[in-house]
């Protein structure tokens, strides 16, 4: 079963609006990161946020993460034909030392329209 | 700095054939993970290396998958034989031990006849 998944299969926003994208999770875990992967590529990190942190930014991207609710959210502002995308919630299963991995959510489709 | 290389890019089997795909990791990176994406089930693993000892083997993809890693700059997925339900990109990405961050290769699209 799915540790990590987004609560959207697809979202589509016109150019210069706002979106956020939701995540939530089954176990605890030290740190959850949000990836991107455009057409053809391979994801690529945007945020990692770790279990003591509620808030983290990088230029137009703010994720943050609510432990107590097992839930996450990534938002855009001022959105660019650029970040469509589908973005992913991952977490680590492990510790970070002898066997550390991530599970990734299913992906959000977001689509950006002139 | 190179990222993490991956080739071919685009394969094309026919069912039952062997197929290896390739995996160059960023230098210096002491993990190395193989991934399957699907529409389906998204990403999901296949096997960890951590410092070239094989941690994770993928549970349900042990008997026709098997990844190596003959140095810290080169690992090989060979999938034998193969079957149409393969048919799926298969990711490499690696990592500095601890960092958290994964860096992907692009992707090897198989198709599976």
């Known amino acids: 079963s799915q540790l990590a998944e987004e609560n959207s299969w697809a979202l589509s926003v016109h150019e210069g609006e706002s979106v956020t994208v939701n995540c939530s999770y089954k176990?605890?875990?030290?740190?959850l990161q949000w990836y991107r992967q455009k057409s053809g590529k391979g994801p690529a990190q945007l945020i990692l946020?770790?279990?003591?942190?509620r808030e983290k930014r990088n230029g137009r991207l703010r994720a943050t993460l609510d432990t107590s609710s097992q839930s996450s959210s990534l938002s855009i502002t001022a959105t660019r034909c650029e970040d469509t995308a589908v973005y992913f919630c991952a977490t680590d299963e492990g510790s970070g030392g002898s066997n550390y991995k991530l599970t990734f959510g299913k992906g959000t489709l977001l689509t950006v329209t002139p | 700095d190179a990222g993490v290389t991956q080739t071919p890019r685009h394969e094309v089997a026919e069912k039952g054939q062997t197929i290896i795909l390739k995996c160059e990791p960023v230098?210096?990176?002491?993990?190395l993970f193989w991934y399957r994406q699907t529409k389906i089930q998204g990403l999901e693993l296949l096997s960890y290396f951590r410092s070239k000892s094989l941690m994770e083997d993928g549970g349900a993809f042990k008997d026709r998958f098997k990844a190596e890693m003959l140095n810290s700059s080169f690992s090989t997925l060979k999938i034998q034989p193969t079957e149409p339900k393969d048919s799926a990109v298969y990711l490499c990405?690696?990592?500095?031990?601890?960092?958290?961050?994964?860096?992907f290769g692009e992707g090897s699209k198989l198709t599976v006849l």
């Open positions: 230098s210096g990176h002491n993990d």
């Open positions: 176990t605890s875990i030290t740190a």
């Open positions: 946020i770790r279990s003591n942190e």
């Open positions: 990405a690696s990592s500095s031990r601890g960092a958290g961050q994964l860096y």
